[in-house]
């Protein structure tokens, strides 16, 4: 081997640590948009409940305004 083989393999090694980086940022970007796809309907039903909260329960009548 020689020297010019050697430094032709040392700059590999950083631009395998991006490619696999890259690789899985885009992995992890890739399974949240399938996620949320999967889940749309129940994101939809919390969004909902969140804009219009369920109104207060009434308060409770006391026994003796009952009699």
């Given at each position: 081997?020689?020297?010019?083989q050697?430094?032709?393999?040392?700059?590999?090694?950083?631009?395998?640590?991006?490619?696999?980086?890259?690789?899985l940022?885009?992995?992890?970007?890739?399974?949240?948009?399938?996620?949320?796809?999967?889940?749309?309907?129940?994101?939809?039903?919390?969004?909902?409940?969140?804009?219009?909260?369920?109104?207060?329960?009434?308060?409770?009548?006391?026994e003796?305004?009952?009699?």
């Open positions: 081997m020689t020297a010019d050697k430094l032709d393999s040392v700059p590999a090694a950083p631009r395998k640590l991006w490619k696999t980086s890259l690789f940022v885009g992995s992890l970007a890739l399974s949240g948009v399938a996620l949320v796809l999967w889940n749309r309907g129940d994101l939809s039903r919390l969004r909902h409940h969140a804009e219009n909260p369920a109104p207060a329960a009434p308060p409770p009548e006391l003796e305004e009952i009699f």
